[in-house]
């Protein structure tokens, strides 16, 4: 099993940056694939960003693509979401999940290990 806990959030102005990080627990962390969701409210918790094991491979929502990067770091059992030209719609509390699995998933079914989330606010 692995624990996650995010940290990182918090409120930004439009076209700002932040980073977001996602601790685990454990030491099998590089066992697992690690993705970031959001949910804004009222909406459904959707797919953000996805990345391999190794961190060789990731992958994005069209909604962020070109403006956010997903990395992690093994040794330290951490990965990372660098937001950049932050938007008013990018409003939301921000997941990270994690399964043992060497699959690009980008299903919220598909995660058996969630954070408890971070509040990321952008204003206009």
């Known amino acids: 099993q692995v624990q996650l806990v995010e940290s990182g959030g918090g409120l930004v102005q439009a076209g700002g940056s932040l980073r977001l990080s996602c601790a685990a627990s454990g030491r099998t962390f590089s066992s697992y694939t690690m993705g970031w969701f959001r949910q804004a409210p009222g909406k459904e918790r959707e797919f953000v960003a996805g990345i391999s094991r190794s961190g060789l491979g990731t992958y994005y929502a069209d909604s962020v693509k070109g403006r956010f990067t997903i990395s992690r770091d093994n040794a330290r059992n951490t990965g990372y979401l660098q937001m950049n030209t932050l938007k008013p719609e990018d409003t939301a509390v921000y997941y990270c999940?994690?399964?043992?699995?060497?699959?690009?998933?980008?299903?919220?079914?598909?995660?058996?290990?969630w954070g408890q989330g971070t509040q990321v606010t952008v204003s206009s």
């Open positions: 999940a994690a399964e043992l699995t060497a699959r690009q998933i980008t299903t919220m079914g598909d995660y058996h290990y």
